[in-house]
Antibody, heavy 122, light 108 residues
Framework: VQLVQSGAEVKKPGESLKISCKGSGYSFTNYWIAWVRQMPGKGLEWMGI????????RYRPSFQGQVTISADQSISTAYLQWSTLEASDTAMYFC????????????????WGQGTMVTVSS | EIVLTQSPGTLSLSPGERATLSCRAS???????LAWYQQKPGQAPRLLIY???TRATGIPDRFSGGGSGTDFILTISRLEPEDFAVYYC?????????FGQGTKVEIK
């Protein structure tokens, strides 16, 4: 069971970006996937979650409208995307799987991706 | 939003000592929905405890969790060299899910 994330990105302010998180070794459709931000030297911030089975996505209010979380169950991959990056988006982004399968989103995160470092700089 | 406040910010201890980490919530959290994670430099977090007191798969029994309501505790009974890391609590009972700011356990 693992989540493998796409590689590090270096972008300019105003550019768009989509990073990915591919699951394997389990039924990707039936487990919520969360995205977690970690700014340099800082703690963990829960951004939102998606249920790949029906693409039900839920966001932390501060991230609503700033990012889009999506999933393609046919290729067991979840995505986090930005239409307009800002320097303040510079961070490590982790995807993580909920511990239990099913529609209840209240659960801990037991499988983590390795993280994708996003650097936004002019 | 439920704010989780962890204390202390840094805990300086020696291997073999006992570590007690605190996580206080701004409003009551069901113990069913409280987790603890360990993060080492350059690594993803690792789930230690869920449901406030249940160890995740493969977690040694020197790690234990407890508490209820607004006050939760993670205890490491005897610190091993590999336990020096940052620890985060997380609540997932009230949306948005939130993390505490972390407690760093460092070698004294």
């Amino acid at each position: 069971v693992q989540l493998v994330q796409s590689g590090a990105e270096v972008k300019k302010p105003g550019e768009s970006l989509k990073i990915s998180c591919k699951g394997s070794g389990y039924s990707f459709t039936n487990y919520w996937i969360a995205w977690v931000r970690q700014m340099p030297g800082k703690g963990l911030e829960w951004m939102g979650i998606i249920y790949p089975g029906d693409s039900d996505a839920r966001y932390r209010p501060s991230f609503q409208g700033q990012v889009t979380i999506s999933a393609d169950q046919s290729i067991s991959t979840a995505y986090l995307q930005w239409s307009t990056l800002e320097a303040s988006d510079t961070a490590m982004y982790f995807c993580a799987r909920h511990r239990l399968h099913g529609r209840d989103p209240r659960d801990g995160l037991d499988i983590w991706g390795q993280g994708t470092m996003v650097t936004v700089s002019s | 939003e439920i704010v989780l406040t962890q204390s202390p910010g840094t805990l300086s201890l020696s291997p073999g000592e006992r570590a007690t980490l605190s996580c206080r919530a701004s409003q009551s959290v069901s113990s069913t929905y409280l987790a603890w994670y360990q993060q080492k430099p350059g690594q993803a977090p690792r789930l230690l405890i869920y449901g406030a007191s249940t160890r995740a798969t493969g977690i040694p029994d020197r790690f234990s969790g407890g508490g209820s309501g607004t006050d939760f505790i993670l205890t490491i009974s005897r610190l091993e060299p590999e336990d020096f890391a940052v620890y985060y609590c997380q609540q997932y009972g009230g949306s948005p899910w939130t993390f505490g700011q972390g407690t760093k356990v460092e070698i004294k």
